[in-house]
């Protein structure tokens, strides 16, 4: 993955592989619900 400079929403489940795109959700939902941490390639909660 890389930067880019500009802020155009990125659609960061095209960076991963379905299955690896559901697990992170996943864990994303038990680990940060409230998506504290969603700085840089944000995987939302519930995606």
């Given amino acids: 993955m890389n930067f880019t400079a500009d802020d155009a929403p990125m659609h ?3 960076l ?4 690896e795109f559901s697990r992170l959700v996943t ?3 038990r680990l940060d619900p409230d998506n ?3 700085n840089n390639h944000n995987i939302r909660p519930s995606a």
Avoid at 16 to 19: E, F, L, R
């Fill in 12 to 14: 960061v489940e095209t």
């Fill in 16 to 19: 991963y592989s379905t299955t």
């Fill in 27 to 29: 864990l994303k939902n």
């Fill in 36 to 38: 504290v941490f969603r």
